[in-house]
């Protein structure tokens, strides 16, 4: 079992900027691919990062590259996304996961093992 427990969430103007953070207990850190995904009101999930154990990155999506970025620093067991320019359609529940399988991400959301709580992140124009 791995728990997942996200902070950094809140409210900035548009063009500023938050970090999000996940901080991972349980099972190894290491055995896992880290990721996050969020949720607007109304929309679908969407993926937006993930990372593996050696830093290998998922290419982002068009709606966040080279905005944001992911990184993770295993001794702490924490994964972070650096949000940048943010802009009021970034709005949304923030949620960490994990899995063993980094393509999962992508290819099979549902699928993904781990999930954490989540973070609201609110960008005002």
């Known amino acids: 079992q791995v728990q997942l427990d996200e902070s950094g969430g809140g409210l900035v103007q548009a063009g500023g900027s938050l970090r999000l953070s996940c901080a991972a207990s349980?099972?190894?850190?290491?055995?896992?691919?880290m990721g996050w995904f969020r949720r607007a009101p109304g929309k679908e999930r969407e993926f937006v990062a993930a990372i593996t154990w050696t830093g290998y990155r998922i290419d982002y999506p068009e709606s966040v590259k080279g905005r944001f970025t992911i990184s993770r620093d295993n001794a702490k067991n924490t994964v972070y996304l650096q949000m940048n320019s943010l802009k009021p359609e970034d709005t949304a529940v923030y949620y960490c996961?994990?899995?063993?399988?980094?393509?999962?991400?992508?290819?099979?959301?549902?699928?993904?093992?781990?999930w954490g709580q989540g973070t609201q992140v609110t960008v005002s124009s």
């Open positions: 996961a994990a899995d063993p399988v980094v393509t999962e991400f992508v290819r099979r959301p549902g699928r993904v093992d781990y």
């Open positions: 349980g099972r190894t850190f290491s055995s896992y691919a």
